[in-house]
């Protein structure tokens, strides 16, 4: 029997970009969350990058290398969010097996994860609704936001008790459709100017028991032609129009003067 070989301890090389790595993801959330702050306090439109920059405490240029413009900062948020509403609404779910009482909780925490963020909605979904937009819900570039919601929404169905009940064609898709759903409460919300959202959460409630028996009775004989019909038509007119890769990020750093200069632009 041979003794374990002991932990081969980090080189200098591996340490120090260890380093940079860790202060790097720290510059990127401390913009980001400088960025949410004071969209919250100016207004989408009233803020720069160069403001953002100074209150973070960082160059310009830097804050154009990890958010390529202000609009780009759309995508942090996505991406902060979709992890948000992940660890909240599996929280939510735990012991629960009824699908309908999953899905509700899971699109109620949606609502309550974006509450901070609904005085400037609408400004994000205006750059967010072009259908050119890598910003886009539904783009290449919005891709692991989306696959990370879309988990979510097969979680809701395997831990439900009519999991083992769904045709197995409906099955692959339904996660997506989920999400589709979870679009058109977006959307909702976005206009919402309802205390607290009331409309959006009355939205939620009415919403998912009704989705809940349309899955429900799809597993049953007599609707299968139509679930076959549903599934064809999805798979021809929607999944297509949906991006399913990552545009690759810059490699290098702004930090000359001069590029610095050349990628200052939305006010910046």
């Not at 029997?1 to 959330?29: F, I, N, V, W």
């Not at 439109?45 to 160069?50: D, V, Y």
């Not at 589709?180 to 919300?189: A, F, G, K, R």
């Amino acid at each position: 029997m041979t003794d374990d070989l002991p932990a081969q301890p980090a080189t200098s090389a591996e340490t120090a970009e260890g380093g940079k790595t860790a202060k790097s993801e720290r510059t990127r959330a401390l913009i980001l969350e400088t960025a949410m702050r004071l969209f919250k306090e100016r207004g989408y439109e009233k803020t720069t990058m160069r403001a953002i920059a100074a209150e973070a405490g960082v160059s310009v240029g830097n804050a154009y290398y990890y958010y390529e413009g202000k609009e780009f900062l759309i995508q942090g948020f996505y991406d902060r969010m979709t992890h948000e509403h992940l660890v909240d609404a599996r929280r939510r779910m735990d012991g629960r097996t009824d699908f309908s009482e999953r899905l509700a909780l899971a699109l109620e925490s949606w609502v309550d994860c974006a509450a901070p963020y609904h005085e400037f909605a609408a400004q994000f979904f205006r750059t967010a609704a072009d259908p050119n937009s890598a910003l886009s819900p539904f783009s290449n570039e919005s891709h692991p936001a989306r696959e990370t919601a879309v988990q979510l929404f097969r979680e809701v169905l395997d831990g439900s008790d009519l999991a083992p009940k769904i045709d197995p064609e409906l099955d692959e898709l339904l996660p997506d459709l989920l999400w589709l759903h979870l679009m058109v409460v977006v959307l909702y919300w976005v206009f919402d100017r309802t205390d607290d959202t009331e409309r959006t959460r009355a939205f939620v409630q009415r919403c998912a028991p009704f989705v809940a028996k349309i899955v429900t009775l799809s597993r049953y004989r007599v609707f299968r032609p139509l679930v076959r019909d549903a599934v064809d038509m999805i798979k021809e007119f929607v999944l297509p129009t949906i991006g399913r890769t990552t545009a690759a990020k810059p490699a290098e750093p702004a930090d000359s003067e001069g590029t610095k200069r050349g990628r200052r632009r939305n006010g910046g």
